[in-house]
């Protein structure tokens, strides 16, 4: 079993950068692969990134490509989101989530563990 702690949300101008952290409990942290999904108010919960349990493979949405990195240590059993010229439509509430033995899906119902959400505002 993980908890999962998000942080590092905030308030930015369009254009700016956040860093978000994910960070797990549990002994068995490199056997999850961990997933970032965010949700705005009256739409569904939306793939955002993830990443292999090694950190060796990482999958983007492609609203995010190129803007946001996604990336993890294992030894401080943290997984990290650096966002880059956000935009008005990346307001939202950003979960991380850890699928067990998993590779880095993009589908929600894999994902067997949940943090309680970071908020994330973008404003012009």
């Known amino acids: 079993q993980v908890q999962l702690v998000e942080s590092g949300g905030g308030l930015v101008q369009a254009g700016g950068s956040l860093r978000l952290s994910c960070a797990a409990s549990?002994?068995?942290?490199?056997?999850?692969?961990i997933g970032w999904f965010r949700q705005a108010p009256g739409k569904e919960r939306e793939f955002v990134t993830a990443i292999s349990r090694s950190g060796g493979s990482t999958y983007y949405a492609d609203s995010v490509k190129g803007r946001f990195t996604v990336s993890r240590d294992n030894a401080k059993k943290t997984v990290f989101l650096q966002m880059n010229r956000l935009k008005l439509e990346d307001t939202a509430v950003y979960y991380c989530?850890?699928?067990?033995?998993?590779?880095?899906?993009?589908?929600?119902?894999?994902?067997?563990?949940w943090g309680q959400g970071t908020q994330v505002t973008v404003s012009s």
């Open positions: 989530a850890a699928d067990y033995l998993g590779s880095g899906s993009n589908y929600y119902l894999n994902y067997e563990y």
């Open positions: 549990g002994r068995t942290f490199s056997s999850y692969a």
